[in-house]
């Protein structure tokens, strides 16, 4: 979930209007400064045993040879970061089949000119797909590669006494998963394969005490997404007018009012000679003869109101109730950003989809400082990355449940960061409710039903010395289903040592523990250990 907020050249600014421009949820300003460029490309090799303690399988050792670069720029025109590596998993015996693992993030910006610059992201990494959602993939032969990426220009500037700002952003998601789905617990023909999204938005506003005691702002946005799975078809359009008024120096109240329209259609799965749906690779198989069927049909008035707080440009803290979707709906936020450390906690309530989902975690990454976390024994994401600069992210909520059905989407997030001296913290957690939009009958999901998704993660690390550093991770994810798939509780630790042996080879070492439970299916718990060199270039 992205954490963001917005304020506009030391003047108030209506936030709702101001976050749609880049997302749903607000986004705490990043910033760097000096000039930096950073390229480290490196080789690996290491040794690794999976060990079970409880439940069914066998002790189980692979090698892994791992090709990577670690990359950051900073400049006047240019902010990026890159962590992202090639990994190959040799099995030793029959018990364990080889892998292929592409897992990393890629984040940056390029000023092109005064308030216009082009924004870029990636993503990739893995997921379970054997019914435990949410779980970490040890030991797993049912996982998918998992990608997702956006790219577009954004413009905010100051034109006269108007603040004016556009963005467009093309965003792609995809899941390759070519396995038949006949065990315990997974969806059959529910699967995310990829979407195209498209995102268009803008806004003018000029702030409070220039024409008028109230700021006023102006915004639209149109956001369409095309998902291959059944061709289903998203398309949000709204605009609407925010107002601010100061009331001290430090606190406004904030409201707007507006006009959404929201379409979701897919057309129907092609039947066989029985009547029953045809299913290729854990997807339905689309009738592009059948019409486009309309699964979702809103239009009306939104509107909330609240307070927004900044007491100082470290701390902001902005709190709504209004409708929209004919519900009520409550969201809000608070940032603070230390200056080696940043804290954000966002309640969000929207319309969404896992493609829409996890392009915007990509696109609110922070471009500078960012720590990407990765399991010793898989190489994968272990979910976070943090920032001390803010612009942190975890991506456990998009990864649990993977589905093809868009839902209303609620819930709360956090993240705390901290880099000082040898030191370095990083926290995150959340809850999310995904209440389904679906055609009854036709996929695993009913109208209505809905997934709730509980999850949290720590990570420490000390610098010993010059050469020697330690560190470890924590890690729960409780996913509570009911549309069919099991109720999964995962959690684990781990800890790793490093030791630089040269200017350019380290060697490193792990242990590690990994529990999951599924509903009524035995508990598996798991131990690994890790030893490994990395050269680098």
Same mark, same amino acid.
């Given at each position: 979930m992205t954490i963001r907020l917005l304020a506009g050249h030391g003047r108030w600014i209506a936030f709702g209007a101001a976050a749609a421009l880049i997302?749903? =949820?607000?986004?705490?300003?990043? @910033?760097?400064?000096? !000039?930096? =460029?950073?390229v480290t490309p490196y080789l690996g090799i290491d040794q690794i045993v999976f060990a079970p303690i409880k439940g069914d399988g066998d002790a189980l050792t692979y090698t892994t040879v791992t090709a990577g670069v670690t990359a950051q720029f900073q400049n006047r025109r240019v902010e990026a970061v890159a962590d992202v590596q090639y990994s190959?998993?040799?099995?030793?015996?029959?018990?364990?089949?080889? !892998?292929?693992?592409?897992?990393?993030? %890629?984040?940056?910006?390029?000023?092109?000119?005064?308030?216009?610059?082009?924004?870029?992201?990636?993503?990739? =990494? &893995?997921?379970?797909?054997d019914g435990y959602s949410g779980a970490s993939t040890f030991g797993s032969g049912f996982t998918s590669q998992v990608y997702a990426g956006y790219v577009g220009p954004t413009y905010a500037d100051k034109l006269g006494i108007f603040d004016v700002t556009a963005a467009y952003r093309l965003g792609y998601a995809r899941v390759e998963d070519d396995i038949d789905r006949d065990f315990p617990g997974a969806p059959r023909g529910g699967s995310f394969d990829d979407s195209w999204s498209h995102m268009l938005s803008g806004s003018v506003? %000029?702030?409070?005490? %220039?024409?008028?005691? %109230?700021?006023?702002?102006?915004?639209?946005?149109y956001t369409r997404e095309d998902a291959r799975q059944l061709d289903q078809r998203f398309e949000d359009k709204w605009g609407r007018l925010d107002a601010t008024l100061p009331v001290s120096p430090t606190l406004a109240i904030v409201g707007g009012i507006g006009y959404e329209n929201i379409t979701i259609g897919q057309r129907s799965p092609l039947l066989d000679t029985n009547g029953i749906p045809v299913v290729s690779n854990g997807r339905f198989v689309t009738?592009?003869?059948?019409?486009?069927?309309?699964?979702?049909?809103f239009d009306g008035i939104m509107w909330d109101i609240g307070v927004l707080w &900044?007491?100082?440009q470290r701390t902001s803290l902005e709190a709504r109730v209004g409708r929209r979707y004919g519900s009520m709906t409550y969201q809000g936020s608070f940032t603070w950003q230390g200056r080696d450390s940043s804290f954000a906690v966002v309640v969000f309530?929207?319309?969404? @989809?896992f493609g829409r989902m996890i392009t915007s975690d990509v696109a609110g990454l922070s471009r500078t400082n960012l720590n990407v976390m990765r399991n010793p024994f898989t190489g994968d994401l272990t979910g976070c990355a943090f920032s001390p600069t803010g612009g942190g992210q975890c991506f456990n909520d998009a990864l649990s449940g993977i589905t093809d059905a868009n839902f209303r989407y609620r819930g709360v997030a956090m993240q705390y960061a901290r880099q000082h001296g040898p030191w370095g913290l990083g926290v995150g957690g959340g809850y999310s409710q995904r209440k389904f939009i679906t055609p009854s009958g036709e996929t695993i999901y009913i109208r209505g039903t809905k997934d709730e998704n509980w999850f949290a993660q720590a990570a420490l690390n000390y610098a010993l010395s010059e050469r020697d550093s330690i560190g470890g991770s924590v890690y729960v994810n409780y996913f509570d289903s009911s549309g069919g798939r099991p109720d999964v509780l995962n959690m684990g630790a781990f800890t790793s040592y490093d030791r630089i042996i040269s200017r350019r080879l380290r060697a490193s070492a792990a242990l590690g523990i990994d529990g999951s439970k599924a509903d009524d299916l035995d508990t598996v718990i798991a131990a690994m250990g890790q030893i490994g060199l990395r050269y680098s270039f």
């Open positions: 997302g749903a =949820t607000p986004a705490l300003a990043q @910033s760097g400064g000096g !000039q930096r =460029t950073d190959h998993l040799f099995g030793w015996g029959g018990d364990f089949a080889d !892998q292929d693992i592409i897992s990393g993030i %890629v984040s940056g910006r390029i000023n092109i000119a005064r308030g216009l610059a082009i924004d870029a992201g990636a993503l990739g =990494t &893995r997921a379970r797909t506003g %000029v702030g409070p005490g %220039v024409l008028l005691p %109230v700021g006023l702002v102006a915004s639209g946005s009738d592009k003869g059948s019409p486009r069927a309309l699964l979702y049909d &900044r007491p100082s309530d929207g319309i969404d @989809s």
